[in-house]
């Protein structure tokens, strides 16, 4: 079966008609079980599990430790683009609905000084960001990106437009380490009334582009729904069925997921289906439960309190003293659009000192130059 | 135990249990778990160090080389090439030459490739290196990479970080009985009792880190890892009684043909 064939078997009217059937016996039994399918992953999600979640956030702290340590890992983020020809209307980015601050594509000048700001940071983990804008940031420019990058640190990955394998492997020849992509809603309905330009509108060119990826040779594979587009329950579930795909079908690629909730969206979208933060929590706590050796990343869409609480919660990586607009690490000007307003302002430093105080392990790198094509 | 020391690759450990550094909190929680075991071996991930930077506060700071010997592993290495190319790496930032290959290409249950551990094996044993290969518990392959000229073999007890114990007791046992070089069990072990159900059937070592990195008091529980590893070895060269299903008689049936 393809992805979309085992997504078609679920769609959300009957992921709520069995979240609606757990039983309180169902959470309990979920709870104390060692290994969890996704009868189980309905139960966790219920309102039943509501009055749980202590018992969930414990458990699910339990499994993370056990595949990851007590460790964290850092990155950051680096814009390299933020041209975009989509024009998803919750987005920053967007080409019509979004911010009418410049837009710059950074030159390889640039995205050198870039990596030299954060590379005296103490940062090895980087992920190079552009817009859905193949013919500006093109794929030749993400390649020498990636091999800029991999002259300041040892791990790069990219969160770009998505491609075909074949364009993948290109980057992987440069020395990437994985790609994250976000589906944004994996609702079919709903992505289409959302993404109405450009190739963005090709529902499964994007679903399948992580499987590419992967066959490609990514070592890492990212993915995530932004929350606040679709009911989180549904998101979740396709989420999971999404993680034990690739981990079937890439067998060599780490899984990981990101919950990116919409906070800050331009003036007249407004968001459909809010997130709260016991919502957010349970969404994570269900999923670590079910997936205990993928990988969770929490961005600095977050403010520095939330963050700090979700972090013992099975967070395995976090970004820090992060910029969202290209140039952002060589120029404090503003004039350049932003993809979202960053919550957690707090510099890397401080991030790392939260990370300790929590009792674990900043991790700065946890690869290697001798991995991969360019060693 | 000093009469009764861990020899490999000539060079002689009182301590038969080694430590796996990853996972911990902090390096000071690393050094006060190594310090409370007496480990004399510490493995690195060399993926975690940037051999470039002195280290004032990650996993190296954490080790004494005078008292423990660093023993570089290549985790996140998916191929050969790339165990090699780490090993190497390290020999050239002054590490002594010895490696733990650790051939990991699947992410979650971080299970040892048996082909790609072999080659590596073969190219690094013919560079010189000391090697100490993480494998399954597969009989052949343990004595396929003795042969190549490995160290040592380490077959795993359970997947990295399960803490469920021996399973593969059966198959290590026949490891043990027919190695020529010392066999470690590595990987899996959550409890002393399983580090001594390991030295019991004739490890000679074990090597531990998620029971300890994860332990509430790491120190504490490496202490008693470094027991149960004692005891187990100390039970090994005394010769535990074979177990039986039934009770064994004190007046046993037969008595009477020993009788006048």
């Known amino acids: 079966m393809t992805l979309r064939q085992e997504l078609e078997v679920w769609p959300s009217r009957r992921i709520s008609a069995c979240i609606a059937q757990a039983r309180p016996e169902?959470?309990?039994a979920a709870l104390a079980r060692e290994e969890r399918g996704l009868s189980d992953l309905f139960a966790l999600l219920s309102p039943h599990a509501r009055p749980r979640l202590e018992s969930m956030a414990r458990e699910a702290g339990r499994l993370t430790r056990r595949h990851f340590g007590r460790t964290i890992q850092v990155y950051a983020p680096i814009y390299i683009s933020n041209v975009c020809t989509a024009d998803c209307p919750y987005c920053g980015f967007g080409a019509r609905s979004g911010?009418?601050?410049k837009r710059v594509t950074l030159a390889h000048d640039q995205i050198r000084a870039e990596c030299e700001a954060l590379s005296g940071q103490g940062f090895e983990n980087v992920l190079l960001l552009t817009g859905e804008a193949p013919k500006i940031a093109t794929l030749e420019y993400i390649a020498e990106a990636v091999h800029i990058a991999r002259e300041y640190f040892a791990s790069v990955s990219v969160e770009v437009y998505a491609m075909t394998r074949e364009e993948y492997q290109l980057l992987f020849d440069s020395g990437l380490e994985g790609v994250t992509l976000y589906m944004e809603t994996y609702?079919?309905?709903?992505?289409?009334?959302?993404?109405?330009v450009g190739r963005k509108r090709d529902y499964d060119f994007?679903?399948?582009?992580?499987?590419?990826?992967?066959?490609?040779?990514?070592?890492?594979?990212?993915?995530g729904a932004l929350l606040g587009l679709f009911d989180w329950r549904a998101e979740t579930v396709w989420m999971a069925l999404h993680a034990r795909y690739l981990q079937k079908h890439c067998w060599q690629g780490a899984v990981s997921i990101s919950f990116p909730r919409l906070h800050h969206v331009p003036k007249r979208f407004v968001v459909p289906a809010a997130v709260s933060d016991a919502e957010l929590v349970q969404a994570m706590l269900a999923l670590r439960l079910i997936l205990p050796e993928a990988g969770f990343t929490l961005s600095t869409r977050e403010n520095a309190a939330t963050r700090d609480r979700?972090?013992?919660l099975g967070i395995t990586m976090m970004s820090a003293g992060s910029s969202t607009r290209p140039g952002g690490y060589t120029s404090r000007a503003n004039e350049t659009a932003a993809q979202f307003e960053t919550e957690d302002r707090r510099s890397p430093r401080e991030v790392v000192r939260a990370i300790e105080q929590a009792g674990y392990d900043p991790v700065w790198k946890d690869f290697d130059h001798a991995f991969g094509s360019s060693g | 135990m000093n009469e009764d020391p861990l020899v490999i690759a000539g060079?002689?450990?009182?301590?038969?249990?080694?430590?796996?550094?990853?996972?911990f909190p902090s390096a000071r929680a690393l050094r006060l778990a190594i310090e409370a075991s007496g480990a004399e071996i510490v493995t690195v991930a060399l993926r975690r160090v940037d051999l470039g930077k002195p280290d004032e506060h990650g996993i190296l700071s954490a080790i004494d080389p005078k008292k423990q010997l660093i023993l570089p592993n290549t985790s996140g290495a998916r191929t050969a090439e790339e165990a090699v190319r780490l090993a190497r790496l390290a020999q050239a930032a002054g590490f002594d030459p010895w490696v733990k290959l650790e051939l990991t290409p699947e992410p979650r249950y971080l299970l040892p490739d048996p082909v790609e551990t072999l080659r590596a094996a073969e190219i690094l044993v013919k560079e010189g290196f000391v090697v100490l290969p993480y494998?399954?518990?597969d009989p052949i392959l343990a004595k396929r990479l003795e042969e190549a000229g490995t160290a040592a073999v380490m077959p795993l007890g359970a997947p990295i970080g399960s803490n469920r114990g021996l399973k593969t007791r059966d198959l290590v046992k026949i490891i043990i009985e027919q190695?020529?070089?010392?066999?470690?069990?590595?990987?899996g072990l959550g409890a002393p009792s399983h580090a001594a159900e390991a030295m019991e059937i004739g490890a000679d070592a074990v090597l531990v880190n998620t029971a300890l990195a994860d332990a509430s008091d790491a120190a504490a529980m490496a202490r008693a890892f470094a027991l149960a590893v004692e005891a187990g070895r100390i039970a090994y060269r005394a010769g535990l009684g074979p177990t039986r299903n039934t009770a064994e008689a004190s007046s046993p049936l037969t008595g009477f043909l020993d009788e006048g």
Do not use: C, W
Not at chain 1, 206 to 219: D, Y
Not at chain 2, 179 to 187: E, I, K, L, R
């Open chain 2, 135 to 137: 494998i399954q518990a």
């Open chain 1, 310 to 312: 979700l972090l013992p």
């Open chain 2, 179 to 187: 190695s020529n070089v010392p066999v470690v069990v590595d990987a």
């Open chain 1, 187 to 196: 609702d079919p309905e709903n992505y289409a009334r959302l993404h109405t």
């Open chain 1, 206 to 223: 994007r679903l399948n582009a992580l499987e590419r990826a992967g066959q490609a040779g990514a070592r890492r594979l990212g993915l």
């Open chain 1, 26 to 28: 169902d959470v309990d």
């Open chain 2, 11 to 23: 060079r002689s450990f009182r301590s038969r249990l080694m430590i796996g550094s990853g996972k």
């Open chain 1, 99 to 101: 911010s009418t601050l």
